[in-house]
C-alpha cells in the first residue's frame, strides 16, 4: 500500500482504489469527504492517469487550489502537468474562450459581474419603460437567474409569469439578454447555459471533452442545480467515470435552484453505482457533534445518518446571551483579542460566521477598533470601489469594444470634455445606424449638431484606447507596465484626489490601484500563456482573491464570514453568531414554507461543524433595526441543538438576569 493511503481509514480508501463507474460517497459534515476527492485524484495520478485527464469540480475557486496544493505534495512534489481542479463556472469559461463562437458569441466575449448585471438591467428596464419603483433593478436579476437555472429563456419566461411584475419582467428579460449579447457579453448563469447548449448543438465539441475529461470528481454535490446536472451527465455519458461526494445535510443552495435530489436519486441516474459511506467526523469534538446532531435530527425527511466524534475537548460549546448586538462584538471581540495577544492563538484560526450581510458591521468595528487584522470574506466592498469598477472597465473594453457597459462608465472618467448630452446623442445614432458608439461623432456632428471641442475629444479618446487595446494585446507579459501608464496618461490619481477630500482616503485608493498592478504582475509572470482575457476571467471568478497572493489574504488574520459561503472550511475556533429568529432563521423562510425553515436548520449545521476545538454559539437579547431598538426572540435552532437539561437552565439564567 502506498504511504499516503495508510492515512485513510478503510472505508475512505475503499472509494479512493475505486477507479472506474459511478461512485457516490454520501456522509455527514467532517468525515473526509474532500480528502476522497484529493486522494483519489493523486492515486488515479499515480496509477498512470495523465492529470489533466481527471477533472475535479470544487464550490469555491479557493477550495480548487487547497485541492490542487494538496494533491501536489501528495505526489511529492513536482507535476509536469497541472490537473484540472476548477468550480462549475471556471470551467465553463476554460471550454467557452475556446468554443463559444460556434453559439455566435465572440471569443473575447466580457463575463459581466454583479454590478455590469444591474447596469445591464437598469438599461434594460429604461429601454422598456419601467421605472424603478415598478421593477428594480435587483429584482428583476434574480428572477432572470432563477429562470435561467430553470432552464427557461425569454421567450418561454413570459407563459410563467403569475402576476403583473413577473410578466413585466419577462418583458425587460428579453431586452437584458439581447443587449448583453449584442455588448458580447454573458453573465454568471449564461457561462453554465451556453456551455451546456455548446454540448447539445455539437455533438463533435462534447466529444472532445467527454475524451478529454475521462475522470470527473464533484465535491458538494448536494449542492448542484439542474444544469449543473445536464452538464455532468452529458460529459460523463461516454466513459461513465463519475465519483461524486456530498451531504444531503449540508444542501444550503435550494433558494438558488439546488436540487438535494441528484444526490438522493444517484444511484437511479447512474446505475451500478458504487456507494461508500462515511461515519466517523475527523474535525470536531464529541460535544460539538452532539450538538449539531442534536439540531439536524428535527428536519423531516432526511437521510438519516451516524456521525461519530472521537476527540473530547473541555469547555467547547459556548452557548451566550448578550444585552444588545454591540455587546455581542464587544464581548467576542474581546475575547479573541485576548487569545491573540495573550495565548498567542494564530488570528487565522479563527473564525465569526454569521447569516445576514448585515451582521459584521459591529464586529468589523470592534476588531478595527482593537487593531486585530481580519478578512471579510464574500463582502462585496471590493468591487464596489468606484477606482476598481473604474479599471476594470478600461481593461474589459481593451477586450471587447463593443463593451458598451464599461464603455459608458469611463467615458468622461476622468472628465475628458464628452458631456452627457454628447454621449446620449451618440448613442441614438450608434443603435439607429447599427454603428460603434465612438465612431460616429463625425456624422453626429454634420446631421444633429456636435462641436468642435466633442468631436475632438471622441477622437482622441478612441485613440487612446486603440493605443491600449494594442498594446495589451501585443505585450502580455507587460500588462502591468500597461497598466502604470495608462494610468499615469488619463492622470487617474488627479481624479481620486478630487473625490476624496482626506488624504488618508486618497492614499488608500490609490493602494488598491497597485494592488491590481502587482496582482496583474503576479499573474503574467505566473502564466506560460498571459493574456488580458485569462486575468479578466481570473478576477470576475475569484473576486478579491485575484489581487492577493493567498498567503497574504489569510496570514494571521480572522476570518469574517456568511454560513453559505464557510461550507467545507474548517476552523480551530468558531464564533456563531445572532441565533435569533429572523436572523437565523432567517426572516424570509419563517414566512415561507417548511422546506425554507429546514435549509436554515442546515445552515446552522454547517456552522457548528466548521468547528474543530471550540464553539461560540450567541444572540442578541436586543438588536437595532431602522433605528429602533426592540426584543429579539431566541431562535429556534438554540433550543433544538441543546439537551432539555440545558434549556432549562438557560431560561432560568434568564429569569434571574431579569429579576437582577
Ligand atoms: P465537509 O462535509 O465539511 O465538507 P468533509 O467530509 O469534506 O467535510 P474533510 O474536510 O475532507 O471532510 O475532512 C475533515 C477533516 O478531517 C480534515 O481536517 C481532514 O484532514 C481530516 N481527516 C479526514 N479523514 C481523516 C483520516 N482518515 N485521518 C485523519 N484525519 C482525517
Ligand atoms: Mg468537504
Given at each position: 500500500?502506498?504511504?499516503?493511503?495508510?492515512?485513510?481509514?478503510p472505508p475512505q480508501r475503499d472509494a479512493v482504489?475505486?477507479?472506474?463507474?459511478?461512485?457516490?460517497?454520501?456522509?455527514?459534515?467532517?468525515?473526509?469527504?474532500?480528502?476522497?476527492?484529493?486522494?483519489?485524484?493523486?492515486?488515479?495520478?499515480?496509477?498512470?492517469?495523465?492529470?489533466?485527464?481527471?477533472?475535479?469540480?470544487?464550490?469555491?475557486?479557493?477550495?480548487?487550489?487547497?485541492?490542487?496544493?494538496?494533491?501536489?505534495?501528495?505526489?511529492?512534489?513536482?507535476?509536469?502537468?497541472?490537473?484540472?481542479?476548477?468550480?462549475?463556472?471556471?470551467?465553463?469559461?476554460?471550454?467557452?474562450?475556446?468554443?463559444?463562437?460556434?453559439?455566435?458569441?465572440?471569443?473575447?466575449?466580457?463575463?459581466?459581474?454583479?454590478?455590469?448585471?444591474?447596469?445591464?438591467?437598469?438599461?434594460?428596464?429604461?429601454?422598456?419603460?419601467?421605472?424603478?419603483?415598478?421593477?428594480?433593478?435587483?429584482?428583476?436579476?434574480?428572477?432572470?437567474?432563477?429562470?435561467?437555472?430553470?432552464?427557461?429563456?425569454?421567450?418561454?419566461?413570459?407563459?410563467?409569469?403569475?402576476?403583473?411584475?413577473?410578466?413585466?419582467?419577462?418583458?425587460?428579460?428579453?431586452?437584458?439578454?439581447?443587449?448583453?449579447?449584442?455588448?458580447?457579453?454573458?453573465?454568471?448563469?449564461?457561462?453554465?447555459?451556453?456551455?451546456?447548449?455548446?454540448?447539445?448543438?455539437?455533438?463533435?465539441?462534447?466529444?472532445?471533452?467527454?475524451?478529454?475529461?475521462?475522470?470527473?470528481?464533484?465535491?458538494?454535490?448536494?449542492?448542484?442545480?439542474?444544469?449543473?446536472?445536464?452538464?455532468?451527465?452529458?460529459?460523463?455519458?461516454?466513459?461513465?467515470?463519475?465519483?461524486?461526494?456530498?451531504?444531503?445535510?449540508?444542501?444550503?443552495?435550494?433558494?438558488?435552484?439546488?436540487?438535494?435530489?441528484?444526490?438522493?436519486?444517484?444511484?437511479?441516474?447512474?446505475?451500478?453505482?458504487?456507494?461508500?459511506?462515511?461515519?466517523?467526523?475527523?474535525?470536531?469534538?464529541?460535544?460539538?457533534?452532539?450538538?449539531?446532531?442534536?439540531?439536524?435530527?428535527?428536519?423531516?425527511?432526511?437521510?438519516?445518518?451516524?456521525?461519530?466524534?472521537?476527540?473530547?475537548?473541555?469547555?467547547?460549546?459556548r452557548i451566550r446571551e448578550y444585552p444588545s448586538?454591540?455587546?455581542?462584538?464587544?464581548?467576542?471581540?474581546?475575547?479573541?483579542?485576548?487569545?491573540?495577544?495573550?495565548?498567542?492563538?494564530?488570528?487565522?484560526?479563527?473564525?465569526?460566521?454569521?447569516?445576514?450581510?448585515?451582521?459584521?458591521?459591529?464586529?468589523?468595528?470592534?476588531?478595527?477598533?482593537?487593531?486585530?487584522?481580519?478578512?471579510?470574506?464574500?463582502?462585496?466592498?471590493?468591487?464596489?470601489?468606484?477606482?476598481?469598477?473604474?479599471?476594470?472597465?478600461?481593461?474589459?473594453?481593451?477586450?471587447?469594444?463593443?463593451?458598451?457597459?464599461?464603455?459608458?462608465?469611463?467615458?468622461?472618467?476622468?472628465?475628458?470634455?464628452?458631456?452627457?448630452?454628447?454621449?446620449?446623442?451618440?448613442?441614438?445614432?450608434?443603435?439607429?445606424?447599427?454603428?460603434?458608439?465612438?465612431?460616429?461623432?463625425?456624422?453626429?456632428?454634420?446631421?444633429?449638431?456636435?462641436?468642435?471641442?466633442?468631436?475632438?475629444?471622441?477622437?482622441?479618446?478612441?485613440?487612446?484606447?486603440?493605443?491600449?487595446?494594442?498594446?495589451?494585446?501585443?505585450?502580455?507579459?507587460?500588462?502591468?507596465?500597461?497598466?502604470?501608464?495608462?494610468?499615469?496618461?488619463?492622470?487617474?490619481?488627479?481624479?481620486?484626489?478630487?473625490?476624496?477630500?482626506?488624504?488618508?482616503?486618497?492614499?488608500?485608493?490609490?493602494?488598491?490601484?497597485?494592488?491590481?498592478?502587482?496582482?496583474?504582475?503576479?499573474?503574467?509572470?505566473?502564466?506560460?500563456?498571459?493574456?488580458?482575457?485569462?486575468?479578466?476571467?481570473?478576477?470576475?471568478?475569484?473576486?478579491?482573491?485575484?489581487?492577493?497572493?493567498?498567503?497574504?489574504?489569510?496570514?494571521?488574520?480572522?476570518?469574517?464570514?456568511?454560513?453559505?459561503?464557510?461550507?467545507?472550511?474548517?476552523?480551530?475556533?468558531?464564533?456563531?453568531?445572532?441565533?435569533?429568529?429572523?436572523?437565523?432563521?432567517?426572516?424570509?423562510?419563517?414566512?415561507?414554507?417548511?422546506?425554507?425553515?429546514?435549509?436554515?436548520?442546515?445552515?446552522?449545521?454547517?456552522?457548528?461543524?466548521?468547528?474543530?476545538?471550540?464553539?461560540?454559539?450567541?444572540?442578541?437579547?436586543?438588536?437595532?433595526?431602522?433605528?429602533?431598538?426592540?426584543?429579539?426572540?431566541?431562535?429556534?435552532?438554540?433550543?433544538?441543538?441543546?439537551?432539555?437539561?440545558?434549556?432549562?437552565?438557560?431560561?432560568?439564567?434568564?429569569?434571574?438576569?431579569?429579576?437582577?
Amino acid at each position: 500500500m502506498s504511504a499516503h493511503l495508510s492515512s485513510l481509514n478503510p472505508p475512505q480508501r475503499d472509494a479512493v482504489l475505486v477507479k472506474e463507474g459511478p461512485l457516490l460517497v454520501l456522509a455527514g459534515a467532517g468525515t473526509g469527504k474532500t480528502r476522497v476527492i484529493t486522494y483519489r485524484m493523486a492515486e488515479l495520478i499515480r496509477q498512470g492517469v495523465s492529470p489533466d485527464q481527471i477533472l475535479s469540480v470544487t464550490f469555491t475557486n479557493k477550495a480548487a487550489k487547497e485541492m490542487g496544493e494538496r494533491t501536489k505534495v501528495l505526489l511529492g512534489g513536482n507535476l509536469r502537468v497541472r490537473p484540472f481542479i476548477s468550480t462549475f463556472h471556471s470551467l465553463c469559461v476554460r471550454i467557452l474562450r475556446q468554443e463559444i463562437e460556434n453559439l455566435g458569441y465572440p471569443k473575447t466575449f466580457a463575463i459581466y459581474d454583479r454590478g455590469d448585471q444591474e447596469s445591464a438591467a437598469r438599461t434594460a428596464l429604461r429601454d422598456c419603460r419601467m421605472a424603478d419603483s415598478t421593477l428594480r433593478p435587483g429584482d428583476l436579476l434574480n428572477l432572470i437567474s432563477r429562470w435561467k437555472m430553470a432552464g427557461e429563456n425569454p421567450r418561454t419566461a413570459p407563459d410563467l409569469a403569475t402576476n403583473d411584475k413577473e410578466f413585466l419582467a419577462a418583458v425587460a428579460f428579453r431586452r437584458y439578454q439581447n443587449n448583453i449579447k449584442a455588448s458580447g457579453g454573458v453573465d454568471f448563469d449564461d457561462l453554465l447555459l451556453l456551455t451546456v447548449d455548446l454540448f447539445k448543438q455539437f455533438p463533435e465539441v462534447l466529444e472532445k471533452y467527454q475524451e478529454k475529461f475521462q475522470y470527473v470528481q464533484i465535491d458538494e454535490y448536494q449542492d448542484t442545480n439542474g444544469v449543473q446536472f445536464n452538464l455532468i451527465k452529458s460529459l460523463v455519458a461516454k466513459h461513465n467515470n463519475l465519483c461524486v461526494v456530498g451531504d444531503d445535510d449540508q444542501s444550503i443552495y435550494g433558494w438558488r435552484g439546488a436540487e438535494v435530489t441528484h444526490i438522493l436519486n444517484f444511484q437511479q441516474h447512474f446505475p451500478g453505482a458504487t456507494v461508500v459511506r462515511l461515519q466517523d467526523n475527523y474535525r470536531c469534538t464529541v460535544n460539538i457533534i452532539d450538538h449539531a446532531n442534536r439540531l439536524v435530527k428535527h428536519n423531516k425527511g432526511r437521510h438519516d445518518k451516524t456521525l461519530i466524534a472521537h476527540k473530547y475537548g473541555e469547555d467547547d460549546v459556548r452557548i451566550r446571551e448578550y444585552p444588545s448586538e454591540t455587546d455581542e462584538a464587544e464581548c467576542v471581540v474581546r475575547e479573541i483579542e485576548y487569545l491573540v495577544n495573550y495565548k498567542n492563538v494564530p488570528a487565522e484560526d479563527i473564525a465569526i460566521l454569521f447569516r445576514t450581510n448585515e451582521q459584521p458591521r459591529p464586529f468589523e468595528t470592534e476588531l478595527r477598533r482593537r487593531n486585530i487584522p481580519y478578512n471579510l470574506v464574500g463582502g462585496q466592498s471590493f468591487f464596489d470601489r468606484r477606482e476598481i469598477r473604474d479599471v476594470m472597465s478600461y481593461l474589459k473594453i481593451f477586450l471587447n469594444q463593443k463593451d458598451e457597459v464599461s464603455l459608458l462608465r469611463i467615458i468622461n472618467r476622468p472628465t475628458r470634455g464628452i458631456s452627457t448630452a454628447t454621449v446620449e446623442k451618440l448613442m441614438k445614432h450608434a443603435v439607429a445606424h447599427k454603428k460603434p458608439i465612438l465612431g460616429c461623432a463625425e456624422e453626429v456632428a454634420a446631421s444633429d449638431g456636435l462641436s468642435k471641442a466633442a468631436v475632438a475629444a471622441v477622437g482622441q479618446f478612441d485613440r487612446l484606447l486603440k493605443k491600449y487595446r494594442e498594446r495589451f494585446a501585443s505585450q502580455p507579459r507587460e500588462m502591468d507596465r500597461a497598466l502604470t501608464a495608462l494610468l499615469e496618461e488619463i492622470d487617474y490619481n488627479s481624479e481620486i484626489e478630487k473625490q476624496y477630500k482626506e488624504s488618508q482616503q486618497q492614499l488608500m485608493r490609490k493602494e488598491v490601484l497597485d494592488q491590481i498592478i502587482a496582482g496583474m504582475k503576479e499573474y503574467q509572470n505566473r502564466e506560460s500563456e498571459p493574456s488580458l482575457a485569462g486575468f479578466l476571467d481570473e478576477v470576475s471568478l475569484d473576486g478579491e482573491d485575484a489581487f492577493n497572493e493567498k498567503e497574504k489574504v489569510e496570514a494571521h488574520k480572522v476570518t469574517l464570514m456568511t454560513l453559505h459561503s464557510a461550507k467545507g472550511l474548517e476552523f480551530p475556533r468558531v464564533y456563531l453568531i445572532g441565533l435569533e429568529e429572523g436572523l437565523l432563521p432567517h426572516k424570509r423562510s419563517i414566512d415561507a414554507d417548511n422546506d425554507a425553515i429546514q435549509e436554515e436548520r442546515r445552515l446552522a449545521y454547517v456552522g457548528i461543524t466548521r468547528a474543530k476545538d471550540y464553539i461560540s454559539i450567541s444572540r442578541a437579547v436586543t438588536r437595532a433595526k431602522y433605528g429602533k431598538r426592540s426584543r429579539t426572540i431566541p431562535s429556534r435552532f438554540l433550543h433544538e441543538m441543546l439537551t432539555d437539561a440545558a434549556v432549562e437552565k438557560m431560561i432560568e439564567e434568564a429569569e434571574e438576569a431579569e429579576a437582577e
